[in-house]
């Protein structure tokens, strides 16, 4: 029997109707591995994600390999979109097990009491990439935890002792000077990519926003030119690449190569909400016009396709249609020739590269390489009037692309995500004097106060009119920047009263003995350890993003205290955002 019929998120729904008896993780399911002497084998994902698809259509769509699971595991199916916790926890253990390395699906086999003892992300339905087959891997698990138990335990116990004593390293307030920003800076555009920008070169490629908005802030600190080259290069090649749907607007999560050309074409909340903030404030660095029409496209994008009746931002899209990665995106020359007139046609196919044999299996990912002067000059037309074709013909492409199979949508509202997306709106709303803006941000705002607050706590998600599991640190600081952005774009003091509110409740329910924050609350339910996730990722850290409203509030109440649990929830990570000033873009910014 499945169990997963009753759940909110989308990604366990996905997998309700599997031949694994699948559990959602709580008690029940903890109690039947005490009970039974079973090991877990814990599946984390993604609605959005292409390789969870895979492993899903391989191995736990298969009977065969489902009756394994189902005889030698209790198997616990977890969304990390809704449980950053356990996905952050169990995360950390595979980055032990895989010599740093980790991804989704996520796949953990753990004691009963769940520690965890061994971890990989997706397995294959037979051996091949190099990579033992799901049921190999499962018969040796199954080997072990009953014939070595003694050695099983052994490795559970180092890798959970690891996990409960990761924490910060001492440090003052004065290691939090402009010196330390100075040195963070060289060493992000250290290996910046100045012929595709970048701030790392190789495959894959993805956007860094938070290390990109911070050396647009060192730009604007020091005036140095190479600062506004590596972000300006950076957004222009990002945005003419296919990770850009030329289309219709919007980011998708990152380039498998290096020219930013294919993507994995999955569409993500947070990364259109950091990106569209990017090149808002790009524009408003530059002047230039380009960074402003990529921050509009994606304000566009998210008002028609990703916002829910109610005023909610639903979390992502998916990568494949018709059973296809990135069908929905991508065209054949014959396609767009046969929705376009002739002259529509010749600049589409010149602006966008399209060709005969394609650029991703056949078909072509749209993109622009070359500037639009140059593809006037060869099809010997005014700049205008290329500008004028592309326009019809990317509105003529759009509604033919709306007629096919569309990727499937994953309609959970978080708060954290809907919090960024907020944050970016609104100030998009009065910098661009955008009354719909506005009024879409005060629609989210109202939204996110009515359906996410509960007294004066958050809810994480949020679907089909039910709200769920407590919110985590991150939950609260995003809402809190986005409610900040909500006030300076109205003026209505109930925004700024209570972004306060969640600011005091934040330092209630979150704060360490040390002054730094952890992921979730005082009252959270009880997990293998209380995580601390210090480092930025695809998304902000939340200690990170709350240290940074938390000195907004200072500035704007004068209230030390903000201030002093801000450089409290910083000084520890000095160091490590001097070595390592990637991973802490938010926290440098």
Not at 30 to 46: M, Q, T, V
Not at 51 to 73: G, K, L, Q, Y
Not at 147 to 162: C, D, K, M, P, S
Not at 370 to 394: F, G, K, M, T
Request: aromatic share 10%; charged share 25%.
């Amino acid at each position: 029997m499945n169990h997963l019929k009753d759940s909110t998120s989308p990604y366990l729904l996905q997998h309700a109707n599997n031949p694994v008896d699948w559990y959602p993780w709580g008690d029940e399911a903890l109690r039947k591995a005490r009970e039974e002497d079973k090991p877990i084998l814990l599946s984390i994902g993604y609605s959005a994600c292409h390789w969870c698809h895979v492993m899903a259509h391989e191995s736990f769509e298969d009977p065969a390999t489902a009756a394994i699971m189902n005889r030698d595991f209790v198997a616990i199916k977890v969304d990390r979109e809704e449980r950053p916790d356990l996905d952050d926890i169990y995360m950390q253990a595979t980055l032990m097990f895989n010599h740093g390395n980790g991804g989704w699906p996520m796949t953990v086999f753990l004691m009963p009491d769940g520690r965890p003892f061994h971890a990989g992300t997706y397995f294959p339905k037979s051996d091949r990439y190099g990579m033992p087959s799901f049921q190999r891997v499962m018969a040796a698990v199954t080997d072990a935890y009953r014939l070595r138990r003694e050695q099983v335990e052994e490795i559970a116990g180092q890798v959970t002792h690891n996990l409960v004593h990761q924490g910060l390293v001492g440090g003052t307030d004065d290691a939090l000077n402009p010196q330390l920003l100075e040195a963070a800076y060289r060493g992000i555009v250290r290996d910046f990519d100045s012929e595709n920008g970048g701030l790392t070169k190789g495959r894959p490629r993805f956007p860094q926003p938070m290390g990109l908005d911070f050396v647009l802030h060192t730009w604007k600190a020091t005036r140095d030119p190479h600062a506004l080259e590596v972000v300006t290069l950076s957004l222009r090649k990002m945005a003419q690449g296919g990770m850009y749907d030329q289309i219709g607007g919007g980011f998708h999560r990152y380039s498998v190569d290096e020219r930013w050309l294919v993507p994995h074409f999955e569409k993500m909340l947070y990364d259109n909400a950091q990106l569209s903030r990017l090149y808002l404030h790009t524009w408003q660095a530059t002047g230039d016009a380009f960074f402003r029409q990529i921050a509009v496209e994606i304000y566009d994008y998210i008002l028609r396709e990703m916002t829910a009746p109610e005023g909610g931002f639903y979390s992502t899209t998916d990568a494949d249609s018709e059973g296809e990665e990135g069908r929905f995106f991508t065209w054949t020359p014959e396609e767009i020739q046969a929705v376009l007139t002739r002259e529509e046609a010749s600049a589409a196919l010149a602006y966008w590269d399209v060709t005969r044999t394609g650029n991703f299996e056949g078909r072509n990912v749209l993109n622009v390489p070359r500037d639009q002067v140059v593809v006037a000059a060869e099809l010997n037309i005014p700049v205008e009037v290329l500008q004028e074709r592309i326009a019809s013909a990317r509105a003529k492409l759009y509604a033919a692309r709306e007629g096919r199979v569309h990727p499937a949508r994953d309609e959970k509202i978080l708060t954290a995500w809907n919090g960024m997306m907020l944050a970016s709106l609104a100030e998009a709303a009065r910098v661009l004097n955008r009354e719909d803006y506005k009024g879409a941000a005060i629609r989210n705002a109202q939204f996110l106060l009515t359906a996410m607050l509960h007294e004066d706590r958050l809810w994480r998600s949020h679907k089909d009119g039910k709200s769920a599991i407590n919110g985590y640190l991150e939950d609260y600081a995003a809402l809190i920047d986005g409610l900040i952005e909500v006030y300076q774009t109205t003026f209505e003091p109930a925004y700024f009263t209570q972004a306060i509110a969640l600011a005091e409740a934040a330092l209630t329910h979150f704060r360490a003995e040390d002054g730094a924050f952890y992921d979730t609350s005082d009252d959270h339910e009880a997990l293998l350890t209380r995580p601390r996730n210090f480092q930025d990722n695809a998304t902000p850290s939340g200690n990170n993003l709350m240290a940074k409203v938390l000195l907004k509030l200072a500035a704007y109440t004068g209230d030390v205290r903000y201030e002093d649990a801000a450089r409290a929830a910083l000084r520890g990570l000095a160091s490590a955002m001097q070595e390592y000033p990637l991973a802490f873009g938010e926290a440098l910014g």
